[in-house]
C-alpha cells in the first residue's frame, strides 16, 4: 500500500511568487491534514479536512495560504503570494475514520529567497 | 504558548543502554500522546501511543509511561540500536479526529 506523496520535494522560489504544494494521502484516508516545520522547531498544524471539508483551518497563519482538496482525495495548499518567513517544511499527513494515528508524508521543503 | 514541551534538545546514549526521552504537557484535556520518530529528509513516523486514561502501553523494545498527575510522558527503549538515531517528538491530541500537537523534539544519538 502506498503513503503519503507529496509534491515536490523540494521548492525555491523569490519573495512574491506563487507556490502550490501538492498531497496524495493514503488511499481511503478521509482525514487530511496540513502541518509546517519551520526553522527546526515544533511541527504545527495548519489545517485539517474531511474528505473536501474544511474541519479545522485555525493553524492558517494568514490569507496568503489557499488549501483545496477538491473531490475529498488529493489535496493543495497554495501560497500567494509567498513571504520569506514562509520557508520551512510542510508536511502531510491522513488518518483512516476511527484511528489515532496519522501517517506522515516526506514533506515539501519550501525556501523563499 | 506551548502546550506540549520536550526540555531536551539533544540525548546520547551507548548501544545495548536505555534510552529516556521525556516529555511534559500543560493541557490536561489531552485525550492521546503519541511518540514520532524522524529521520533526516523524511517525514515523522508514528512509534507507540498511550490513552489518558493509561499509564503504560508496551511495543516491543519501546514502552511509553503516562505520569497525569505530573503531566509527563517519557518513552523508553531498550536496548537502543544504532538504527534508533532520529528525532523524537512528542505529540497529543484532544479527541481522535483533532490536530497533533507537537514538542520541539529531542535528538536521540546511539553510539557504539
Known amino acids: 500500500e502506498a503513503g503519503v506523496t507529496q509534491f515536490p520535494s523540494h521548492s525555491v522560489i523569490e519573495k512574491g511568487q506563487t507556490v502550490t504544494l501538492r498531497c496524495d494521502p493514503i488511499?481511503?484516508?478521509?482525514?487530511l491534514y496540513w502541518y509546517r516545520r519551520v526553522m527546526g522547531k515544533e511541527i504545527k498544524f495548519l489545517l485539517h479536512?474531511?474528505?473536501?471539508?474544511?474541519?479545522?483551518e485555525s493553524g492558517m497563519p494568514n490569507n496568503r495560504f489557499l488549501a483545496e482538496r477538491t473531490g475529498g482525495t488529493y489535496s493543495t495548499l497554495k501560497v500567494q503570494p509567498a513571504e520569506l518567513e514562509d520557508s520551512g517544511v510542510y508536511f502531510c499527513?491522513?488518518?483512516?475514520?476511527?484511528?489515532?494515528?496519522?501517517?506522515f508524508g516526506p514533506g515539501t521543503r519550501l525556501t523563499v529567497l | 504558548d506551548q502546550q506540549v514541551k520536550q526540555n531536551s534538545p539533544s540525548l546520547s546514549v551507548q548501544e545495548g543502554r536505555i534510552s529516556i526521552l521525556n516529555c511534559d504537557y500543560t493541557n490536561s484535556m489531552f485525550d492521546y500522546f503519541l511518540w514520532y520518530k524522524k529521520y533526516p529528509a523524511e517525514g515523522p513516523t508514528f512509534l507507540i501511543s498511550i490513552s489518558s486514561i493509561k499509564d503504560k502501553n508496551e511495543d516491543g523494545r519501546f514502552t511509553v509511561f503516562l505520569n497525569k498527575s505530573a503531566k509527563h510522558l517519557s518513552l523508553h527503549i531498550v536496548p537502543s540500536q544504532p538504527g534508533d538515531s532520529a528525532v523524537y517528538f512528542c505529540a497529543a491530541i484532544t479527541g481522535t479526529a483533532s490536530k497533533l500537537t507537537f514538542g520541539t523534539g529531542t535528538r536521540l544519538q546511539v553510539t557504539l
Open positions: 479536512f474531511v474528505k473536501e471539508s474544511k474541519q479545522d
Open positions: 499527513a491522513s488518518r483512516e475514520i476511527g484511528g489515532i494515528e496519522q501517517f
Open positions: 488511499s481511503g484516508h478521509d482525514n
